[in-house]
């Protein structure tokens, strides 16, 4: 069973370690942030302004990183910032390295990993052709990447693996940044066991969620709008408790079909990303006028049982999941959390206020 653990914030940003089944692998951690908290909250935040955002994410992520003092020792000339293209542009670490750490030389590499469904809906790579990879003696790999299947990263490792083994360039470690669900953690099992059969020095490899570790969704996913094998939901997921209280401050993020949705159109084909955030909630405003309720739409994406239990029980309940929490914010997640139930059941959950929401969404992703 995962459940996060409280190690050091600042200014709103608070790191966890996440303890998961397979603690002697990789390292893994779960960093909250005001910014990637409004990225994942707002989908009307796009283009510039996102690509903007997510470098101020991953600066704050690099400064506030438990093992900081381990990469600020590092030669920048031992650094390759690992780009899977076009949504791993977005996360900004080769700026935010230098940004945290004065790092000036560190190298860049790009390499296109494009999936796409075959006639049975399985996932394959479509397009890998596309290779500059900076591959520095004794190198530590910093990537940034939205993972849904895992299928773009797991071909893109495999590419690295093989030019790192054929060249004779020992590895030493692997930062991974991601929003995304549990997928990357058997790639990264996998490759990190590569790595260290190929190169004994090999160090380490860290995790680090954004947000939460989402919920892929997939054929057993009942929730009534989904796309299967692309959608990161909030649920069922484990989340940093920053996220959840202030999900919970509007229902509007609670329906979004998606935390991030398609990572690379949103900042480099903004009107195809608005299309597809707009037609799904087109699609709750249908359901309104069939007389779907806020209420119904709410709990099908986040059934939020444990806020209509007592304050104990509830507290009982976050207790596994979560370790070393402030319990002053464990007490406003429960009232904002039965504020929203209570208002759900009352008249503030009717057909009339999920549309109210639906056009209040659309009005704000006009452009």
Known sequence: MDYLERINAEKGSVYYRLHGPYPDEIETYLFSSPTSR??????????????????????????LFP??????KLDPGTISVIHFLRSGLN??????????????THFSSFLTSQRQRDQYGRWYIKDDQYRKLEMPKDASFFIGEIVATGVTVSNGFDIIFHQAKNLGRPVRNTFFFTIGCHKIEKTLRKYDRLFRSIFPEYRKTYLIYLEGKFHLADSKTTTAIKVQGTDLMRHPALLAPE????????????????????????AFNVFRYLEDVRSYWDELLKRADDGWTLKEAVRDRWPGKEYELTREEFMAVKEKDWKNIDPGILEEIYRTGRELAEDLDGTGGNAEALAAVGRRQLEKLLI
């Open 67 to 72: 093992g900081k003092e381990a990469i600020g």
């Open 38 to 63: 409004r990225i994942m909250n707002n989908p009307d935040i796009y283009g510039c302004e996102y690509t903007n955002l997510m470098e101020e994410t991953m600066t704050g992520a690099l400064k």
């Open 243 to 266: 996220f959840e209280l202030e999900q919970l401050r509007d229902p509007a993020y609670l329906l979004e079909r998606c935390v991030i949705y398609d990572g690379g159109a949103r």
């Open 91 to 104: 996360f900004g670490i080769r700026n935010g390295l230098w940004r945290a750490f004065g790092f000036n």
